[in-house]
């Protein structure tokens, strides 16, 4: 067995957020104060003994072991286990944070970074009455700078800035800030609070996203001492955190206080891994391997492995064997005997290795065929015999063409391959191979001069030139268009086929041939085709319509169809086929581009003559005309003409050619000016309105009221409300225009209604609904005791109200309204006080109202008392905790207040310091409160001496000894002698302490 003493690998994180690496990652822990050194990951291969020291340096709150195996591991930084299996250590390490995530916490930027409901006042040089008014705070160094009744305290860590308010008389945040945080995160808020001033201190109430935080901190009357405010935060599902301090004292007198160093930033948690791996194994022989021969050549080696969880990697070598299978195979094919060595490696770098020995010959015979390997049209045939120093049996030939035979020799007459084989003693089988090739005579020639016969060779003169030894050629054809049968040039003047022999010596022959075709002599066929140069068309295009293997040609150059041409003329183009055969073709172009005549007449329209016709006078029936009005396109002769901005003409022939031509405009459409003066409006003052119309020259007009007619006046004098309409007509271009005049009265202020409702409640006022006003000329003015108002719902204090309404023209109306004075209500919850844990007190509640005007009354919280909705209750408070009536009228009137009940509370635990086995009152061991307030203990750990962990118990009850420690160990009695116990106790107020002593086992 090892034993393993662990490296440490050190993780360094000091407090300005700078990481230094020093072995490993840093991991997660880059806002804690405090340095954590791990072991090292290490693999073991067989049992061993692990010395495992962890080192945490710096400022740190409580560690914690866990392994994944489920093993017990003491509360300490340094002990050895011992492993034959794989094993994971993690190690978790809680501090409080460094990094505040608050924006200006301490004020030293000034009044920037939070939100309020306050009002702010800057510290103006040489005066102190800024926060005179409730309500009110301000950034500074000292409170006496802004009030002189306040006193002079230093910030919370002396030489900067604080925030100074005056507590306002109503509910309203103090301070706030929205923080962004990631969910399932614990989160430390703290804030510091001094009261500047001794009467009436502030009672401070911190909230996170609109749920309370902690009891409510309530300053002390003295002055400048500094109290913090400390709780921990769970951001659940938040992504964000909107913090508010809220001060829960209204009163209007003193009530004055300073915060400070608000501070909130993430509980510092790092976890890290060290993991131990066991790879041990066996290797073993799964079978004996076979011998190996010619009958069995190859033995497979197979090595097997004790445990399958691991990927396994092997390497086989050989120094006299031969290995078939590449060295990393699982399985090795050996093909010749010697000894192999494979090494396994697993995945967790564990070796093992194991050896195999083969033995047998596997060697084959040595033989060689001897004889002539070339035969030719002379020498047909070669004997062929196997030669070899080794006694050997059963020899047999595989013959050219898969034919068999046997003997040590055989004679042979066809070209192929030959195969001999023969055997050993060790069955092994020899073999040799030989090509036998077949050698003809060389009788080679070249051939020129075949070709087809066409339009470019009316005949061809074929030529052999020989290029080996050559005694004769014979030609040999039906076709007798050929002029020698015996030669090596004939001329051919028909197509077919000519056959010939050529000879070497008296056997070796070549038999050939050549064809001569005949090409088609039909010259070319193709088609021009080609329009007349025109104004439409500025060149004539020569389109060419003929078979696609055709040549064309034009002015000598080669070209390809569409032809372009620009002049009028006769051109030819010549078309050539891939035969040679050519036709050439004859085409003439024309050009006709001559402009059309046109004119037109000028264009007079006015009133009295809105139309006219327009035409061309230069007749042409093969001209076309288009007449463009505005834009508008319209194609005809002739065109009956009204007023348009623009008309155009374009006459256009048969060969696209066009003229245009614009129509001058002539038009008199001027409608008479009319220009009316006077006051049209009648009102209370003025009974009688007079109205003159200026007119032009040429121009006559008339008045139309009803059925009066008052022709040609230019004035009208009346007092009767209605439509008069003028009508002026130019005696020129007999054009018309008229003007409509209204003459109305002003209307008046008739009625004003509202809605009013009178105040239910102390501190309410009245409100006036929206005046509703009938008649009047908008828009209105509306007055409140003569002071102007906005229009909409008003508030009115109690007495008499006078309300006035103005429209435009300056008319106005008036009434008063009585507004009565509600009742003050009143409920009080008592005088604060102090209890110890554990006992009750009677809550009574007094108000001013009898219980017939009571809608509802509630305590809150509600947990700890007997009857929250009564005005008189019972209360079991477990921490301090301010209670609030809350007092609702019929009439929707609410009253508050509020009693601090502080509840003295003693923390610790009483624990026995000696334990003697068995069954007696000592035989266990456990944790006892020294009051009752302990909610449960969390853990309860054990150690010997040595430092291992003997005993552990969680989450369980105090003072319950059947569940407590009976100094066994796995079920094992311990030795006597003196034991270490750490516990963790949490209260009911949510906090914990944790807890250390001894017990001193007694058999």
């Known amino acids: 067995m090892k034993k393993y003493p662990l490296i440490l690998k050190t993780i360094s994180i000091n407090i300005f957020g700078l990481s230094i690496l020093l072995v490993a ?243 510092c948690k790092y976890r890290d891994t060290f993991h131990v791996t066991y790879g041990g194994f066996e290797v073993v022989q799964t079978s004996v391997p076979d011998s190996i021969s010619c009958l069995t050549p190859e033995v497979m080696l197979v090595p097997g492995v004790t445990d399958t969880m691991w990927d396994y990697h092997f390497n086989w070598t050989s120094i006299d064997g031969r290995m078939l299978s590449p060295a990393d195979s699982t399985v090795m094919i050996a093909g010749k005997s010697g000894a192999y060595l494979v090494e396994v490696e697993n995945d967790a770098g564990c070796k093992e290795e194991l050896s195999f020995v083969v033995r047998g010959d596997t060697t084959k015979p040595v033989l060689l065929i001897s004889g002539r390997d070339t035969i030719d049209c002379l020498d047909t045939s070669s004997v062929l015999t196997v030669v ?93 268009a050929y002029t020698s049968l015996l030669g090596d040039t004939i001329i051919i003047n028909k197509p077919g086929t000519y056959h010939f022999v050529s000879r070497a010596g008296d056997n070796c022959m070549r038999h050939d041939s050549i064809v001569i075709g005949q090409t088609d002599t039909t010259p070319p066929s193709f088609a021009l085709s080609a329009g007349d140069i025109t104004c439409l068309e500025k060149e004539a295009v020569i389109r060419i319509d003929g078979q696609p293997d055709i040549l064309y040609y034009f002015d000598d150059a080669s070209v390809v169809s569409p032809v372009t041409v620009s002049q009028p003329g006769t051109y030819y183009i010549t078309g050539v086929n891939g035969l040679g055969c050519d036709t050439t073709i004859a085409i003439t172009i024309d050009k006709h581009t001559d402009k059309p005549q046109i004119s037109v007449d000028t264009l007079k329209i006015s009133c009295k003559k809105p139309n006219q016709w327009l035409f061309n006078h230069y007749k042409d029936t093969a001209v076309s005309h288009m007449w463009i009005v505005d834009g508008d396109k319209m194609a005809q002769d002739s065109l009956f003409a009204g007023d348009s901005d623009r008309i155009d003409l374009v006459a256009t022939n048969q060969y696209g050619c066009s003229d245009s031509i614009g129509v001058h405009i002539f038009r008199s459409f001027k409608q008479p000016d ?136 300056g008319c106005s109306y008036s009434f008063s309204i009585q507004i009565e004075k509600p009742d003050q209500i009143i409920i009080e919850a008592g005088r604060d006080t102090i209890i110890s844990f554990g006992d009750s007190l009677r809550l009574e509640g007094m108000a001013n109202v009898s219980d017939e005007e009571i809608m509802s009354v509630s305590w809150t919280p509600a947990l700890s008392l007997k009857c929250p909705f009564c005005l008189e209750t019972l209360a079991v408070p477990d921490s301090t905790t301010l209670f609030v009536i809350t007092l609702e009228t019929k009439d929707g009137c609410i009253s508050r207040d509020s009693i601090l009940v502080t509840v003295k509370q003693q923390k610790g635990v009483n624990a026995p310091n000696i334990m003697v086995t068995g069954n007696g009152p000592n035989g266990r061991f456990t944790l006892y409160p020294k009051k009752s307030y302990i909610k449960t203990i969390k853990y309860l750990r054990i150690f010997d001496r040595w430092g291992s962990l003997v005993y552990e118990s969680l989450d369980f009850p105090p003072a319950q000894p059947d569940l407590g420690w009976d100094g066994t160990s796995k079920g094992k009695q311990l030795q006597s002698g003196v034991y270490i116990w750490v516990a963790e106790v949490l209260y009911i107020d949510g906090s914990s302490t944790v807890e250390k002593g001894d017990i001193t086992l007694v058999k």
């Open 25 to 267: 990652n840093i991991g997660k822990a880059q806002n804690c104060n405090f340095s954590v050194a791990l072991p090292e990951d290490i693999t073991i291969c067989e049992e061993s003994e692990i010395n495992v020291v962890a080192d945490i340096t710096g400022n740190y709150k409580d560690f914690n072991w866990s392994a994944d195996t489920g093993d017990n591991l003491p509360y300490l930084l340094d002990f050895d286990i011992k492993l034959n299996y794989s094993a994971s250590f993690t190690l978790e390490v809680i501090a409080d944070p460094v990094t505040n995530l608050i924006s200006n916490g301490n004020f030293s930027e000034g009044n920037v970074g939070f939100t309020t409901q306050y009002s702010h006042r800057n510290d103006l040089p040489f005066f102190n009455q800024e926060l005179w008014n409730a309500g009110t705070y301000s950034i500074v160094n000292n409170p006496l700078n802004v009030h002189s009744g306040f006193y002079g305290c230093s910030d919370h860590t002396g030489g900067g800035r604080m925030m100074v308010i005056n507590g306002a008389p109503a509910l309203q945040k103090v301070w706030c800030q929205t923080i962004n945080v990631t969910p399932q995160t614990d989160y430390i808020f703290q804030a510091f609070a001094a009261s500047v001033h001794p009467n009436s201190p502030a009672i401070l109430q911190f909230s996170i996203n609109d749920t309370l935080i902690g009891e409510p901190l309530r300053l002390p009357s003295s002055t400048c001492q500094w109290r913090e405010f400390y709780v921990t935060w769970h951001s659940n599902t938040s992504t964000n955190a909107n913090i508010c301090i809220v001060n829960q004292n209204t009163s209007g007198s003193g009530n004055d206080f300073a915060i400070d160093d608000i501070f909130f930033g993430p509980v």
């Open 388 to 480: 070899t120093a080794q006694m050997l049996s059963d020899y047999v030939w595989t013959m050219a063409g898969d034919t068999m035979a046997v003997g040590t020799s055989v004679e042979i007459s066809t070209p192929g391959t030959y195969i001999a084989e023969a055997t050993g003693a060790n069955f092994c089988k020899g073999r040799d191979t030989i090509q036998i090739h077949y050698k003809d005579v060389n009788i080679d020639f070249e051939i020129s001069g075949v070709n087809d016969l066409g339009c470019k060779n009316p005949s061809a003169i074929v030529t052999l030139l020989p290029l080996s030894r050559l005694d004769s050629i014979l030609w040999n054809s039906d076709n007798t």
């Open 674 to 809: 009319i220009n009316i003066t006077g006051d049209t409006t009648l009102s209370c003052r003025d009974s009688i309105v007079t109205f003159i119309a200026d007119i032009g020259q040429h121009v006559t007009s008339t008045w139309y009221f009803g059925v009066i007619d008052s022709s040609f006046q230019r004035s009208i004098t009346t007092a009767a409300e209605g439509n008069y309409l003028l009508v002026a007509f130019d005696t020129l271009n007999g054009c018309t225009n008229n003007r409509m005049v209204a003459v109305s009265r002003l209307p008046v202020i008739e009625e004003v209604s509202y809605t009013l409702q009178q105040p239910a409640c102390p501190g309410e006022k009245a409100l006036l609904g929206p005046l509703n006003i009938t008649g009047g000329n908008p828009s209105f003015e509306q007055f409140i005791n003569g002071q102007k108002t906005e229009s909409g719902t008003i508030e009115l204090d109690f007495g008499i109200n006078t309300i006035s309404v103005e429209d435009t023209q």
